[in-house]
């Protein structure tokens, strides 16, 4: 930063010490967060548009049916140029990211993740990428929140709310919908929903939709209007679109993560892009509905007709038999699942939001049709109420997020009228995918690792935790041939610790010697030169991996163990020890930061 614009901000830093309460800037800051995510939603949007129209218009137009299988393989090409040759970093799939950042980096986002997604998620969708737009705009918001928060000097508590923020934002911009906006904040970040919290998230949510109503006008994503009212008689159907949704969601998840775990395996990003983007192309030339984020879809399904949808499809035939229609639809919910893991795969930015809502809408629809069809309900089911409450089925499922599905619908409807199946439905999706799915798809990876937060404030602590400031590499380093004359000349003489780690020439852990253990014997002369470090030296009671290791890991290894310290290695090397009495230390400091309102 120039020294003018550092003297300019260092000036301000004093005025608002002064002026200004950390409650009242954080406050202010999250006005500002949510006007930037929202900005931030709108521009992803629009860029996103404009290359759709680009290639609807033009000469493109008239080879658009002919090339259709080409678009996504040019989309995802020209993303992975920019990842390599403007990003110049690597860069992760949207959400998860942020919850990284939160958990493991104390709300720390890189910069470049201001503007990294704006580029190459259009390109992505633009182009017939199978994804949504929503987890590329929460982390450009998210990236917003912790860079502002690092200009101003904010504390980690303080970051994360922020971060929080924007995510509450993106939302509320991009669906006009706040209330859900803060649902998400809570359920997806694991934010703890107090005063210090709420406000701010609040205040960014507001701020986003208004900037979406500035910007956009009363223009909306889905288009819905309540015309049949819920009859009670229809709730046994809704507990079937329950579970249908749940199993749903299971596919949904489990071909997402096998999609990710194949494509691993193919190091050359050339050879992915080759054969994922090849295999999208062909599937949406066949079924052009799964081109980009599929919003006409959804909005068609919506209005309780889905005949614009299935033109021109795969068999190239009139879809007037019933069976046909819903086989269909089924295939829609099918392949849009392959599709979209097939983006990723391929190297495609984009996020999970917007095909759970298109299948979600697919799948109501199919059950109502086949139950009208077949005359189980004693009146003909709504074809559009299903369709809305199954996309909160396939949002609690996959997001493992009920309650901002139920809202996020019930928002979108403009009122509580569905409130009871909506409720139902997300509901019984997300306790029964929960048993086969333990965590949802943003958190999955963190979970494994165990990397995620969670509500339980103990564990989140622990996860806030940053295993380098309690790591300890003041101890003198010693090698098996040393003789106890050396040792007790040459080493204990400097020596302010009471342990010794003893490692090879490969600076590998092989042991340790402590001081208690040597005592006895330390000044026997006759002993010196004929007794070896080697002859002296213990096993560790455990070690501590710096790479694989959580902060819960480690407090569980201390209180098995009963030790005082334990060494740590990294990459297999001697790396420091950690001592029970400064890992509780930061424990304590770390539960009073989190538990304590803002000064």
Not at 291 to 302: A, I, K, P, Q, R
Not at 367 to 372: M, R
Request: glycine share 8%; charged share 15%.
């Amino acid at each position: 930063m120039p020294q003018r614009k550092r003297s300019l901000l260092n000036q301000f830093l004093i005025w608002k010490y002064k002026h200004i309460s950390a409650e009242n800037f954080l406050y202010i800051l999250s006005v500002l967060i949510g006007l930037l995510a929202g900005i931030s939603a709108v521009t992803l949007k629009n860029l996103t548009h404009y290359i759709f129209i680009a290639l609807e218009t033009g000469f493109i137009k008239d080879v658009h049916k002919g090339f259709y299988f080409i678009f996504p393989i040019i989309g995802i090409g020209l993303t992975l140029l920019v990842i390599k040759f403007i990003v110049r970093k690597k860069m992760s799939h949207g959400i998860p990211s942020v919850l990284y950042s939160i958990s493991k980096r104390e709300a720390i986002i890189d910069r470049y993740q201001m503007w990294a997604s704006l580029i190459t998620s259009p390109l992505t969708v633009g182009f017939g990428g199978s994804v949504g737009l929503e987890g590329p705009t929460v982390t450009t918001g998210a990236a917003i929140g912790s860079n502002v928060a690092r200009l101003f000097h904010l504390d980690q508590r303080s970051r994360t709310v922020l971060v929080a923020c924007a995510a509450a934002g993106a939302v509320s911009c991009i669906f006009k919908a706040p209330i859900t906006a803060i649902v998400f904040a809570v359920e997806i970040f694991s934010l703890e929903l107090t005063m210090i919290s709420m406000i701010p998230l609040l205040l960014a949510s507001i701020s986003a939709v208004l900037t979406s109503y500035f910007f956009l006008g009363n223009e909306v994503l889905l288009h819905f209007e309540i015309k049949d009212k819920f009859e009670l008689a229809d709730i046994t159907f809704y507990i079937i679109l329950g579970i249908g949704c749940s199993f749903v969601s299971i596919y949904f998840t489990k071909v997402y993560f096998w999609m990710q775990d194949f494509f691993k395996k193919i190091e050359n990003p050339i050879y992915k892009l080759l054969l994922g983007g090849t295999l999208i192309g062909v599937i949406v030339y066949f079924i052009p509905p799964l081109f980009g984020e599929g919003f006409d879809t959804m909005n068609s399904v919506l209005m309780g007709d889905a005949s614009s949808i299935l033109e021109n499809n795969i068999f190239n035939s009139e879809a007037e038999n019933i069976w046909m229609i819903v086989g269909l639809l089924v295939g829609l919910i099918v392949f849009k699942v392959i599709a979209m893991a097939l983006t990723f795969g391929a190297g495609g930015i984009g996020g999970v939001f917007a095909p759970s809502l298109f299948i979600g809408s697919v799948s109501g629809y199919v059950v109502a049709t086949v139950v009208n069809h077949l005359k189980l309900a004693s009146s003909s089911l709504s074809l559009s109420n299903f369709a809305m409450v199954g996309m909160a089925g396939l949002l609690a499922g996959v997001l493992q997020a009920p309650l901002t599905a139920i809202f996020l619908i019930a928002e979108i409807t403009g009122g509580y009228e569905l409130f009871l199946p909506l409720m139902t439905v997300a509901s019984i999706s997300f306790l029964i995918t929960k048993q086969f799915i333990p965590h949802n798809i943003y958190t999955s990876a963190l979970a494994k690792k165990g990397q995620l937060l969670t509500h339980d404030k103990d564990k989140s602590v622990l996860m806030l935790m940053n295993i380098n400031k309690v790591i300890e590499k003041d101890f003198i380093v010693i090698k098996p041939g040393m003789t106890l004359g050396e040792l007790a000349h040459n080493v204990i003489v400097k020596s302010k610790r009471n342990n010794f780690p003893v490692v090879n020439k490969d600076k590998e852990l092989i042991g340790l010697l402590h001081m208690d253990d040597i005592r006895s014997i330390m000044f026997n002369t006759d002993l010196h030169d004929t007794t070896f470090v080697r002859d002296l030296m213990i096993a560790p009671d455990d070690i501590i991996d710096y790479t694989n290791d959580s902060m819960e890991v480690i407090m569980e290894k201390f209180k098995t163990t009963g030790a005082w310290n334990l060494p740590v290695i990294r990459d297999g090397k001697y790396y420091g020890f950690i001592s029970k009495s400064r890992l509780l230390n930061a424990y304590r400091r770390k539960l009073i930061m989190a538990s304590d309102s803002i000064s």
